[in-house]
């Protein structure tokens, strides 16, 4: 509420005292409501590794008590008399007028602050809360989402390891396109020496055909992704229509793959006209031999899973790296990871994780 609904006689007299809280003695304070020495500063963000059944005291320095956090998803629907005098006070700050003296679901989390350290509070700690104590001031933004009409069921998907089972189950927990982005590339990422090991098993007790294989899954983490994509990848065409929506993102597309290119990217020199046939959606291995951007079946498999296995590489360089010399994601480009790169990477997996060659691997 605003003091000026404080203010109304009415709606006081729906209010109890709590735990010597009371509402008629609400001021204006900074631009918050202040009742009783008090001040509920809302908060939009708490980590999870907060547990939310208890409300932290928040202590300065040298040990003197500031407030207290008020959780209060789990004060819904509970009696204004029920709740501690901190919890009253974010009581009074969250409710509409209509609901005064009645349960409610509360809207927002708060910082209950004593009134004589609001200003040290605002001044000097407030700005780092995310920091030092894992919740926040800032009003997030809606992350962003796709609207998916139809989803498409699988049966035939194989998990080769817990460790995948677990990575998927983080995957779906990710609060965020580019974290959802990095659970799935971990998903790949635990393939390297599963499928090496495995095929390792397959050799002979004279090790013919090692050197063979250690070249195959290379000396660096490109290599071995693209040797993952190559190997259980087994509809290129579908992974090429994933190419498509580039063409709405072509100038953060270029920043990323081309401005801060490294070795191995397939298109270095191609770029513009391979964007291009994105932007036609002719990318099928009959449009790419047809205007001879490559030449036989073998060079578009080839071609198609380089791409992907670049793209998906940088992008996980550039979230999971942050530095310089990597091109630096803001968070207002999560629609170029929700759009573009995370389907993309979805559709590789599970590629991945349906391939016949996965299935008869983890059966020798």
């Known amino acids: 509420m605003i003091l000026a609904e404080l203010q109304n006689q009415e709606i006081l007299a729906q209010l109890p005292v709590v735990d010597g809280i009371n509402p008629v003695n609400a001021i204006e304070l900074a631009e918050y409501l202040c009742i009783d020495g008090f001040v509920a500063i809302p908060v939009f963000d708490i980590s999870s590794a907060i547990s939310k059944e208890v409300d932290p005291e928040i202590v300065d320095e040298s040990g003197t008590v500031l407030g207290v956090l008020c959780i209060t998803g789990k004060l819904s629907d509970l009696e204004p008399t029920s709740l501690t005098k901190w919890q009253y006070i974010s009581y009074l700050t969250d409710i509409e007028a209509h609901q005064a003296g009645n349960p409610t679901v509360f809207k927002k989390n708060y910082f209950v602050v004593e009134s004589i350290f609001l200003q040290k509070y605002t001044e000097k700690y407030m700005n780092f809360s995310h920091i030092w104590g894992g919740f ?137 006209k391979f964007i291009n046939f994105c932007a036609l959606q002719q990318t099928s291995e009959a449009d790419l031999i047809q205007t001879k951007f490559i030449g036989t079946a073998d060079e578009y498999n080839k071609l198609i899973s380089n791409i992907a296995a670049y793209w998906i590489y940088r992008v996980r360089c550039s979230i999971a790296h942050n530095r310089i010399g990597e091109f630096v994601f803001e968070d207002s480009d999560e629609d170029f990871i929700l759009e573009f790169m995370e389907p993309m990477i979805l559709v590789v997996c599970t590629q991945v994780f349906t391939s016949p060659k996965l299935r008869i691997l983890v059966s020798t």
């Open 136 to 272: 926040s001031h800032t009003e997030i933004q809606a992350r962003p989402s796709r609207v998916h009409e139809q989803l498409k069921a699988r049966q035939d998907i194989l998990i080769p390891t817990r460790h995948h089972e677990a990575t998927f189950r983080r995957y779906l927990t990710a609060s965020n396109g580019f974290d959802r982005f990095l659970r799935l590339y971990h998903s790949l990422e635990l393939m390297f020496d599963f499928a090496f090991f495995k095929n390792l098993q397959k050799l002979n007790d004279d090790l013919d055909g090692l050197n063979e294989l250690s070249r195959a899954y290379g000396k660096n983490e490109f290599d071995k992704l693209k040797q993952i994509l190559n190997e259980f990848c087994h509809n290129r065409e579908e992974i090429a229509q994933y190419f498509w929506p580039i063409s709405s993102f072509q100038t953060k597309a270029e920043e990323v793959f081309q401005d801060h290119t490294r070795e191995g990217n397939p298109l270095k020199d191609r770029w513009q």
